[in-house]
């Protein structure tokens, strides 16, 4: 879709955030509007069409996580961008489960954003939710090893790499190593991509 035929939200509570993002996006050509509260834009969602989000992950009234809940809830929910910090990676994992199309780590490149968004507003013509078929998906999920399987769930199940490696048993360098082979098994070009492939497959209920 181009850029002008959806409007982008942006909800964050920091005003010099929100005026950044909106300069950076106007200036690419995005049609704007942001919102200085999870509140505020939650009671406009209902009204909105071809509309994409854009929330940041950490805010005092409504975390991004329960944003994207309650947009659900309503059936509210536009395809939907979230910003974190690099601590956040865990809860990030939780905001795509309910429902988020991809995830950001502070701090990141313009363009990064702006593809982010582009992909976003794709599902408003397609709903295709990951890269590949379901046979596909499950054919690279059958090449992992069953260390591979397990380190795969705990990273999709939200656990960093140091609760990862005590659980296993094993070093936070060998986790390091497990994922960076689940990632090139699986083809996933981000953590993102990866958790939006386990998430079709059900790899956090099957992979035990």
């Known amino acids: 879709m181009k850029p002008d035929?959806?409007?982008?939200?942006?909800?964050?509570?920091e005003e010099?955030?929100?005026?950044?993002?909106?300069f950076l996006l106007t200036m690419s050509g995005f049609t704007v509007r942001v919102h200085e509260s999870a509140t505020h834009f939650l009671a406009v969602a209902p009204t909105l069409a071809h509309a994409c989000l854009v929330t940041d992950l950490r805010m005092p009234d409504m975390s991004g996580i329960e944003l994207l809940e309650r947009l659900g809830a309503i059936r509210a929910l536009p395809p939907a961008i979230v910003i974190t910090g690099h601590g956040d990676v865990p809860m990030a994992v939780s905001?795509?489960?309910?429902?988020?199309?991809?995830?950001?780590?502070?701090?990141?490149?313009d363009?990064?954003?702006?593809?982010?968004?582009i992909r976003a507003a794709s599902r408003l013509e397609d709903t295709?939710?990951?890269?590949?078929?379901?046979?596909a998906l499950r054919a690279r999920l059958d090449s992992l090893s069953d260390r591979e399987r397990e380190v795969l769930s705990a990273v999709v199940s939200?656990?960093?790499?140091?609760?990862?490696?005590?659980?296993?048993?094993?070093?936070?360098?060998?986790?390091?190593?497990h994922r960076a082979n689940i990632m090139s098994k699986m083809q996933a070009k981000s953590l993102a991509e990866l958790v939006r492939m386990a998430i079709a497959l059900k790899v956090a209920s099957t992979c035990h």
């Open 5 to 13: 035929s959806y409007v982008v939200h942006i909800v964050d509570d």
């Open 158 to 177: 939200g656990l960093p790499n140091k609760t990862i490696a005590y659980d296993l048993d094993i070093s936070p360098r060998t986790v390091e190593v």
């Open 95 to 109: 905001a795509m489960k309910a429902g988020a199309i991809d995830f950001i780590e502070k701090p990141f490149e």
């Open 111 to 117: 363009r990064t954003l702006i593809d982010a968004i």
């Open 128 to 135: 295709v939710e990951v890269s590949g078929d379901t046979g």
């Open 16 to 22: 010099p955030v929100r005026k950044s993002l909106a």
